[in-house]
């Protein structure tokens, strides 16, 4: 099944900063597009997703949300037909009043992008001065009246030295998570240097291990499958090392993703610019069913040392990056260092292959956990526990990875029920 996990919204073109990597090439505060989609029109989107799914995590985005002054309105809408609905943001428009404001409406949490704890860097990579303090009062206000976020940092060749340094500031922030994003070359980021393959081996690498020795907070790598290749590299016996990237920890462009632009047309994420249709003409369900380009997402057919590669079930690599260079979607990720060596196909591991079964317990107290987590949340759970060399899921097992593994997800969640 090809559930849909995660829909992002670009609300807006307009945006209060010129940030040097900003794949939409968001405009100033002035110039939005004329034709953006109106408080009706995504309020209705809502319902159509809600009919079918509230699994589903929206994440309203831009440019910057927090320049439509419907947001909250929006926010509510979908809060209150049962999808989990969050913001992604610069921070500097999170005053206390705003903040507030979107803590009533019912907003789950927001990802506040900070790139260095260099104000000076940060400020030329986000185009505006000033903007790192306006930021940090915005995660203050956040932390002052509970409103959960995560940090996102976009790792170039330029800071990927900060990243140990970010860790420990996000953890002591009290950040959720922190996703380190991996630049795509659309957009203004076509301007920007990525990173060198070698640099986003080592990067990749270095979060496998700041996540271990970091348990009680998220770190993860985004737009990075590469990710699980390295992971089961360092430990192949770990059931948890084979689930697939598709089931959430890689790419999930058009199987469980996808974006609609502020004029409503669908794509696969937002770094592959290419539309398979538009809301204003087709009902979502029809797109997400029928386009042919997802339908190739998911049964993909690999090219070049994709194709041949031994991880390609686990990985896959980024279907972007070979696009934005100007080759084939299905041609091998650009970005990637490693080279096949020719052995078989790793298959994914699953369910049935690790023979674990639920207790009663956990399975009422898993089916507290936010929709949209679930599933990866089960099957994590399920490799856990096969790692240990047990085949029950116990409540026990539940608390171990709400401390270590999920903090993301409040503790409550796996409490009792009562």
């Not at 929206?58 to 809408?77: F, K, Q, S, W, Y």
Request: glycine fraction near 8%; include cysteine.
């Amino acid at each position: 099944m090809n559930n849909l996990l995660l829909l992002a919204i670009n609300l807006t073109r307009r945006c209060n900063l010129a940030c040097h990597h900003c794949y939409l090439d968001a405009n100033t505060l002035q110039h939005g597009s004329p034709n953006e989609l109106t408080t009706n029109e995504v309020c209705h989107l809502l319902d159509n997703i809600a009919q079918r799914s509230i699994e589903t995590m929206v994440v309203l985005t831009g440019g910057e949300p927090l320049v439509r002054r419907d947001l909250e309105t929006l926010i509510a809408h979908g809060s209150q037909l049962g999808l989990s609905m969050v913001v992604g943001t610069n921070g500097v428009l999170l005053t206390e009043h705003r903040v507030q404001s979107l803590i009533k409406s019912g907003v789950l949490g927001v990802g506040i992008s900070l790139d260095s704890l260099d104000p000076t860097y940060h400020d030329a990579f986000r185009g505006g001065a000033g903007t790192w303090a306006q930021t940090m009062t915005g995660i203050e206000n956040c932390r002052r009246y509970g409103l959960s976020f995560q940090i996102h940092f976009s790792v170039t060749e330029n800071n990927a030295k900060e990243l140990p340094a970010m860790i420990d500031f996000a953890r002591l922030l009290g950040a959720r998570v922190l996703n380190v994003f991996f630049l795509v070359c659309t957009g203004r980021a076509q301007l920007n240097s990525d990173i060198s393959a070698a640099q986003y081996e080592q990067v990749l690498t270095d979060l496998i291990e700041a996540q271990a020795n970091n348990q009680e907070m998220i770190i993860r790598p985004r737009c990075a499958p590469h990710y699980k290749r390295i992971a089961y590299q360092r430990h192949p016996d770990s059931p948890l090392n084979r689930i697939s990237g598709n089931e959430g920890d890689g790419c999930i462009a058009g199987t469980h993703y996808c974006r609609i632009t502020p004029e409503g047309g669908v794509t696969a994420c937002p770094y592959i610019p290419n539309e398979v249709g538009n809301i204003r003409e087709h009902s979502f369900w029809e797109i997400w069913d029928q386009a042919p380009v997802f339908q190739t997402l998911r049964a993909p057919i690999l090219k070049g040392d994709c194709g041949v590669c031994e991880y390609q079930k686990l990985c896959g690599g980024c279907r972007a990056r070979p696009l934005a260079a100007g080759k084939d979607l299905m041609d091998a990720d650009p970005l990637c260092a490693y080279h096949p060596q020719g052995g078989s196909i790793i298959q994914a591991q699953s369910s049935s292959t690790m023979n674990v079964k639920w207790s009663q317990t956990a399975s009422l107290r898993i089916a507290r956990i936010p929709a949209f987590l679930r599933k990866m949340v089960k099957k994590r759970a399920e490799a856990y526990v096969a790692e240990l060399g047990e085949s029950l899921v116990t409540p026990e097992h539940l608390a171990v990875l709400s401390a270590r593994r999920f903090g993301g997800i409040p503790a409550k969640n796996f409490q009792k029920s009562k």
